[in-house]
């Protein structure tokens, strides 16, 4: 991820194995890592199970917020891709018993928001 597409807050693919060897303790006996992205601390990882939001608070970053969205509560979810002029990605996900609202994640031009996208439907399409 490029340090001025994390400082501007906008996620990129991240490496899964890393992801493996510090977030493997939140996965259940056979669950798996598919992909991960990070924004500059926060995360978003994909599993065969679940969608997991890594929300690291604070300063000191010690306080974090794990939230877990099985993909059967996904009740749909819309990506814009980035324009010519635009530098970023959306992901809007809504997620059944939260509200009207979604929940909107940025990417960077860099990262294939199609992948994102197919990789999102095939889990909820389970």
Known sequence: ??????????AAETSVESVKQE??????????IIQAYQWVRDLMIF?????????????????????SIPY?????????????????????IWVSGMGTEPLVYTFSKDADVYKVQALLAECVGR
């Open 1 to 10: 991820m490029g340090i001025i597409s994390g400082l501007m807050g906008n």
């Open 23 to 32: 977030y493997g303790k939140l996965l259940g006996g056979r669950e798996e």
């Open 72 to 92: 059967k509560s996904i009740r749909h979810f819309a990506v814009e891709s980035a324009g010519h002029f635009d530098f970023e990605a959306e992901l809007k």
């Open 47 to 67: 599993t065969d199970f679940r969608l997991i939001l890594v929300d690291i608070q604070g300063a000191t970053g010690k306080k974090v917020d794990y939230h």
